[in-house]
């Protein structure tokens, strides 16, 4: 069971601080970049407090996941107290479940941002450690009760499990900020085209998101290196993709591409211009088609694209938390948010005929449910999630209506 706020209460004040300190520095950096150092600087304590109130640093990471999962579970028990005062006895049409969707989905990123970045954190760590993979089972559990519930309250309790994968995918992209109206006018868009995908519609008109996705297009792209650091912007990626930001240094970078530190300093002199450069071949790889290999002589660092399924997702995810954060380019939350999708855009392409905006919408709200089932998927062997994965598509697509 999740720790409950009765048991955070019955740590030390001080082992309660740095337990608070963790949530707070998670919203603005990861994992990767704290350190009993970081993390009593910010606390007001010596790294040597962390030791002294738990065993490890990994320990404060697993008392601040069981806060954040005690906090996810107020969250959720308060949604659904005020969902069932809301719909008294009568159950809502299945077409309501979208504006409670979108709103569902604000609430969580704006009003328990603490706790959505502490969710997000706990599946980039136990993609990475089994250690943390009973925590991040425990939030699946929370979600996955939170969304029967709410389902079937609109007489939609079968597809409950793939709501709470398009929340997972959604609101992982609703926490870049680009324009608080814009962004949740484009939400309640998706949230609606989501529903119809599920009572067999077709996709709805969406002017909102059409709007940001053209000045997206016409915002430009990141410049794209060439030559030597096209070489190192790879290698940053898939070293952020495998170990998370804090595996990305000079050295490691310098050992991935066969390059000296030398060369790799005098191209990146800070950690921050390898991230910067790491962070924009992940978004090419999302937005662009598969890029040519580099041009220098000698072999070249495969792109992310080349990357296991579940490591390229790993990366993404890095990227979109680093957006999020504000830790990037502010042009890349345009971008990100209203550009993503060209997988699942090949992926539909065979599958239906439908083209224009509302394919561009349908691919959108597929990319969204499919983030999500693949996060959820993320702790099993890979053997094990590919036919989890293969199967959720299967009946997405099945709800397709002929006609498509």
């Known amino acids: 069971m999740p720790a409950t706020n009765s048991e955070f209460s019955g740590l030390s004040m001080k082992a309660q601080l740095l337990v608070d300190t963790v949530l707070a520095i998670w919203m603005e950096r990861g994992t990767g970049e704290m350190s009993a150092r970081s993390i009593g600087s910010a606390a007001g304590f010596s790294p040597s407090a962390l030791y002294y109130h738990f065993d490890d640093i990994e320990r404060l990471y697993e008392a601040a996941q069981e806060r954040a999962v005690a906090m996810g579970q107020s969250w959720c028990d308060a949604k659904l107290a005020m ?17 409670v969707l979108a709103g569902l989905i604000d609430d969580f990123c704006t009003q328990e941002r603490m706790t959505a970045f502490a969710w997000r954190e706990c599946q980039m760590l136990a993609g990475r450690s089994a250690r943390f993979a009973t925590l991040s089972e425990r939030w699946d559990a929370i979600w996955r009760h939170f969304w029967q519930q709410v389902c079937a309250h609109f007489d939609m309790a079968d597809k409950a499990e793939l709501c709470r994968h398009f929340f997972d995918g959604e609101s992982g992209l609703h926490l870049m900020r680009w324009n608080r109206a814009a962004d949740r006018a484009s939400l309640d868009e998706m949230a609606a085209a989501w529903v119809g995908w599920l009572m067999g519609e077709l996709p709805r008109h969406a002017p909102w ?28 990626a898939a070293l952020l993709a495998d170990g ?16 000296t530190l030398g060369v790799v300093s005098h191209n990146c002199r800070r950690t921050d211009d390898l991230l910067r450069l790491a962070y924009g071949e992940v978004y090419r790889s999302l937005t662009s088609e598969r890029e040519e290999m580099s041009d220098r002589d000698g072999p070249s660092v495969a792109p992310v694209s080349d990357l296991p399924a579940r490591l390229q997702l790993r990366a993404i995810d890095e990227l979109i938390l680093a957006v ?25 392409l065979d599958r239906v005929a439908l083209r224009g905006e509302a394919f561009d919408l349908l691919a959108a709200v597929y990319s969204s449910a499919m983030m999500g089932v693949l996060r959820s998927s993320g702790c099993q062997p890979e053997d094990d999630a590919s036919p989890v994965v293969s199967a959720v598509s299967d009946q997405l697509l099945s709800l397709l209506p002929r006609a498509l």
């Open 244 to 259: 998370g930001v804090g595996a990305i240094t000079h050295r490691a970078v310098a050992a991935a591409t066969g390059l």
């Open 324 to 348: 999020a954060r504000g830790r990037t380019d502010a042009a890349l939350t345009l971008q990100l948010r209203y550009l993503r999708g060209i997988t699942s855009r090949q992926a539909l």
């Open 83 to 99: 969902l069932d005062e809301a719909c008294g006895a009568d159950a809502p049409s299945a077409d309501a479940l979208g504006p």
């Open 209 to 236: 998101r059409r709007s940001l996705m053209a000045r997206a297009i016409g915002s430009g792209g990141l410049d794209k290196p060439d030559g030597l650091r096209l070489d190192i912007a790879r290698a940053a």
